[in-house]
């Protein structure tokens, strides 16, 4: 269940940073179809890869079962799927906030968390 539920978060996120680039394409007027669709692309790779990690998480507690070493898989198939996830959704995160402080730059705050989101995958590629 925990994997529909994060295949469904990365979904919801690619389709919001999706929207929320072609609004502000929009308002900055430079609508494009080749932008459009080579985003919905990357939005359509992020969403395999969080499948395939997903599937991989299984796998390796499949294979973990069969080897007889569980507690280990366990752990290594989850770690896998969760840094992945957690990478996509701040990279996601990034991505939404930037587009919105582009379609409204009176919106300091977005500012802010664009920042605090950049520092924190930072030290996500740094772990």
């Not at 469904?8 to 080749?34: H, P, Q, W």
């Not at 796998?59 to 069969?66: C, E, H, K």
Request: contains cysteine; negative net charge; charged residues 20%.
């Amino acid at each position: 269940m925990q994997y529909i539920i994060m295949i469904f978060m990365i979904t919801g996120l690619a389709v919001v940073d999706y929207l929320t680039g072609i609004i502000k394409a929009y308002c900055k007027n430079e609508i494009s179809s080749r932008s459009m669709r080579i985003g919905g692309l990357h939005k359509l790779a992020e969403i395999l890869i969080m499948t395939a990690s997903c599937g991989l998480d299984l796998g390796i507690n499949v294979l973990g079962n069969y080897y007889d070493v569980e507690e280990f898989s366990t752990i290594t198939g989850s770690v896998t799927a969760f840094c992945v996830f957690a990478y996509i959704v701040i990279m996601e995160m990034i991505s939404i906030f930037e587009n919105y402080a582009e379609i409204n730059p009176e919106a300091q705050w977005a500012a802010k968390m664009i920042k605090r989101l950049k520092n924190s995958k930072e030290n996500d590629k740094n772990e």
